[in-house]
Structures are given as structure tokens and as C-alpha cells.
């Protein structure tokens, strides 16, 4: 058995609560934080009991950075 620390982001998008792994490309929802959080732990594990061999980035401090981009 491992253990690996993860880093998570979780934002309220319309009427739901979205919670996202920045180490790997998994995400989930629910109707509050708490629900958000818990489907994301249980979408992990199951990725993780799937996947023999995960490419998991290390993130060291994570960090919102806000910009404003102009487009046509």
C-alpha cells in the first residue's frame, strides 16, 4: 500500500461545488464542498486502484494567480 500527498482545488461553478486534483487529471462534483470533496476522495480511489502506474505531478505550495486576457 502507498500513500501520496495530493493538492486539491474546489470552487462553486452555478449551483454545484467542483473539486479538482492538481496532481492528476480527476475531478468531481456536489451540491456543497463537503459532498464536492468527498466524490473527488472517491473518484481517486478508484483512479488509483485502475491506473498500475499513474503519472502524478508534484506540486510544492500551489498557488491561485489571477490574469485577464484579451480575445477575439
Known sequence: MKTIQLNSAVWKEGEHFVAQ?????????????????????EALELYFEDNSHPEITLIEKPEIVGSTLTYA
Do not use: I, P, R, W
Open 21 to 41: 486534483c492538481l496532481n492528476v487529471d480527476v475531478s468531481s462534483f456536489g451540491n456543497s464542498k463537503e459532498d464536492a470533496l468527498g466524490n473527488l476522495q
